[in-house]
DNA sequence: AAACAGGAAAATG
DNA sequence: CATTTTCCTGTTT
């Protein structure tokens, strides 16, 4: 049997959004690599289609727990070796356009081509950065056995972060001049506060702890709220899902013309929208700000 | 030939 | 009433 949709991204949690009959569990139940299950779900429902196949068992299964609490997770070694990843990551960011923050000075290059790239690869260079700055100060932390949030900090935590930024940037040691801080002093300091105690670094010392300061300041965001998630996905048989929306909603005459009609209709309310480079029957599911 | 994009209007709950 | 379906014209892949 065919696999109407593949599911791209490697792991989903997604409340379902109220009173929208398209909610990725809609999707994602109709998927299924061929040997390997792709897609597992956790019904809080009495299950009424025992009678069904095992393929699509859980699909009707999914078909009608539209309001109950779901979870789709999606295995990572199924991924299919064509698209998938490719799609999220960008292994390239030397070819990203320079984005600089705010000491600019760009040249005027074409303006509507640089534009044009630069808003397609924002997304993908912004995340791409931030992977590595968390990645970096994962170690770090590792490594020094403090902790990522400054605030947390002690006097003996504060002089291993110095130890350690003036060694990655070669920076001359100043950790004497802020011996007697912890973090919670440091991050209260300004750059005029840094520049009395260390006129050489003082600049790149307070950048780098600002940096540090987002990442703890985001972290907390992020892992408060709910997790991140993707959903791109890829219907593989678009007569077939068509078939099962129409199903699912009581409309025999359902099909992919109307089915993608009704797709549209979300990019309009920001649930769904193309991918930033747009491939035929590859949706995604707007990540919430 | 199929997928895509939206306008418009009917149908639906 | 908002949302979704139906039907449509035209464009892109």
């Not at 289609?49 to 789709?72: I, K, N, Q």
């Not at 600089?100 to 005027?108: N, V």
């Not at 902790?147 to 002690?154: A, G, H, L, Y």
Request: charged share 25%; hydrophobic share 35%; glycine share 6%.
């Amino acid at each position: 049997m065919a696999s109407p949709v593949r599911i791209q991204s490697d792991s989903a949690v997604l409340q379902p959004p109220h009173s929208t009959g398209f909610t990725e569990s809609s999707l994602a139940l109709l998927k299924r690599e061929d040997g390997l299950e792709m897609v597992e779900h956790k019904p809080r429902l009495d299950g009424s289609d025992r009678g069904h196949p095992g393929l699509y068992l859980s699909c009707f299964d999914m078909l009608f727990t539209e309001d109950a609490a779901w979870l789709v997770r999606v295995s990572d070694s199924s991924a299919p070796v064509g698209v998938g990843p490719r799609l999220e990551t960008c292994q390239e960011p030397e070819q990203c356009p320079v984005i600089d923050s705010p000491g600019l000075g760009a040249s005027p290059l074409s303006p509507t081509l640089e534009e044009q790239v630069e808003e397609r690869s924002l997304e993908q260079v912004q995340s791409l950065v931030v992977g590595e700055v968390l990645k970096d100060i994962e170690t770090a932390c590792k490594l020094l056995n403090i902790t990522p949030d400054p605030m947390e900090w002690n006097c003996g935590n504060v002089q291993k972060w110095l130890l350690w930024t003036e060694h990655l940037y070669r920076l001359p040691q100043v950790g004497k001049a802020f011996q007697d801080l912890d973090g919670k002093d440091l991050c209260s300091m300004s750059e005029e506060d840094f520049r009395q105690r260390s006129p050489q670094c003082s600049e790149t010392l307070h950048a780098h702890l600002d940096i540090w300061k987002s990442a703890a300041w985001m972290k907390e965001r992020c892992s408060g709220g709910e997790t991140r998630m993707r959903g791109i996905f890829k219907i593989e048989d678009s007569a077939h899902v068509a078939r099962l929306w129409g199903l699912r909603k009581n409309r025999p005459a359902m099909n992919y013309d109307k089915l993608s009609r009704s797709i549209r209709q979300y990019y309009k309310k920001g649930i769904i929208r193309k991918p930033d480079v747009s491939q035929r029957l590859v949706y995604q599911f707007v990540h919430p700000v």
